[in-house]
């Protein structure tokens, strides 16, 4: 049972250092002795009362399941004698909204053309086509894939006449690969000195980055081979003042469906979405992305921490949907596609080029948040 908990936790996406503390508290619950060391791909526990029996578990990468994370959690805190229930899943016709929802939802929050924003949703329903292809084994080629099609439906549609930010397009149909909890888990390690774990989670972040822009790269250029050149257009707002006030509730929603989460989790993280997409320009104090960015970090893991505290629950359940707004993820590829072809989806030219001072401001905003709780109150456990 004690193994069959930090599996669980670890498949849900809990942070390593964090199942160790879990299982550690589920162990002493149950008048048993358990040293574990976690890492992104594995488990160890070691039972110093039973002849310092070990078993190791080779894991698979985790996938976000906050449902389930919650509830294991909860089992944890109010423990018996049986595995915790598999949270039960949206379904799959909400789910697919969801996908539909995200990418329109994405471009009318940085600002984007009518028929363009039209087009997204059109991408998302294949995206969400995508991952229903790839599924179980075929799993870890579900980001390149998307952006794939993605590329090749936008270079067909450009040849052949129609108007597009071609590039901000295809990075607002595959917004939602971004490794929002990988970052957020990776930046929680290494603020408290779990090298290992937040070195490999960081890699398998910029893993995922490599595979949405490649992806996109190559359907483009098949799709200029297929079809004849593509010409992407500059990217003109045409929302309306009210739209972004509407869009933002829906992509908090969408995203936590895509992610499993309960309702009441969605509602309380509402907050840290609405900073993660205003915080860096209303919070700077008129010094400029940077230190808005620290600031509406601090904020986002103040709040998700205290939240979590008060629950009984862990703040990545209610950090991670700010997180995915706010990272880099998506300005990277900006940025990358800023300095290759010379086109920038956000209004901010330099965005995208200072993706790096960017993460290194939510590093420095997560620490600073972190601080301000003990050690006791950062593992969340009595």
């Known amino acids: 049972m004690i193994c069959d908990i930090g599996t669980t936790l670890h498949r849900s996406g809990c942070a390593p250092y964090k199942i160790e503390k879990y299982v550690q508290h589920y162990a ?18 070691q039972f110093p009362d039973n002849e310092n029996q070990v078993i190791m578990k080779r894991l698979e990468p985790a996938s976000i399941n906050l449902a389930l994370l919650a509830n294991t959690i909860i089992q ?20 697919m909204l969801a996908n539909i929802a995200i990418p329109p939802a994405f471009l009318v929050l940085v600002g984007s053309s009518m028929h363009a924003i039209g087009i997204a949703a059109v991408l998302g329903f294949m995206v ?27 270079a067909w549609m450009s040849s052949h006449g129609v108007p597009l930010p071609v590039w901000g397009l295809c990075i607002a149909a595959i917004v939602l690969f971004v490794p929002g909890l990988s970052i957020a888990n990776s930046l929680e390690c290494l603020a408290f000195n779990d090298i290992l774990s937040g070195t ?37 707002s045409e929302v309306a003042p009210w739209m972004p006030f509407v869009a933002l509730p829906v992509l908090s929603c969408a995203l936590g469906v895509i992610f499993n989460a309960r309702a009441i989790d969605i ?6 979405t609405v900073l993660g997409m205003w915080g860096p320009l209303y919070l700077d104090l008129g010094a400029g992305w ?19 505290k008060k629950l009984d629950l862990t ?3 209610y950090i991670v949907q700010g997180i995915i707004i706010l990272v880099p993820g998506s300005r990277v590829l900006m940025g990358a ?46």
Not at 76 to 95: H, K
Not at 206 to 227: A, D, N, P, V
Not at 347 to 365: D, E, K, R
Request: proline fraction near 4%.
């Open 267 to 272: 509602l309380l993280a509402f907050p840290v």
């Open 28 to 45: 002493r619950k149950h008048g048993v002795t358990v040293v574990v060391q976690a890492s992104p791909t594995a488990i160890t526990y």
């Open 315 to 317: 703040g990545a359940i």
């Open 128 to 154: 969400w086509v995508c991952q229903l292809i790839c599924s179980n084994e075929r799993i870890i080629v579900v980001e390149f894939l998307s952006a794939l099609v993605t590329g090749l439906t936008v």
């Open 337 to 382: 596609t800023q300095t290759l072809y010379g086109e920038s989806l956000m209004s901010s030219q330099s965005v995208g080029l200072s993706a790096l001072f960017i993460f290194s401001a939510i590093v420095a905003g997560q620490i600073t948040a972190y601080s301000m709780y003990s050690q006791k109150n950062r593992n969340l456990i009595s």
């Open 76 to 95: 944890i805190n109010q423990p018996n004698d049986r595995v915790p229930p598999e949270p039960v899943n949206y379904p799959a016709f909400l789910v």
């Open 290 to 308: 940077i230190v808005g960015t620290w600031i509406t970090t601090v904020c986002i893991t103040f709040y998700g921490t205290w939240l979590a």
């Open 200 to 236: 490999s989670l960081f890699g398998q972040s910029i893993f995922i980055f490599m595979k949405l822009f490649i992806g996109i790269f190559i359907g483009l250029s098949i799709g200029e081979t297929l079809w004849g050149e593509t010409e992407s257009i500059a990217n003109v």
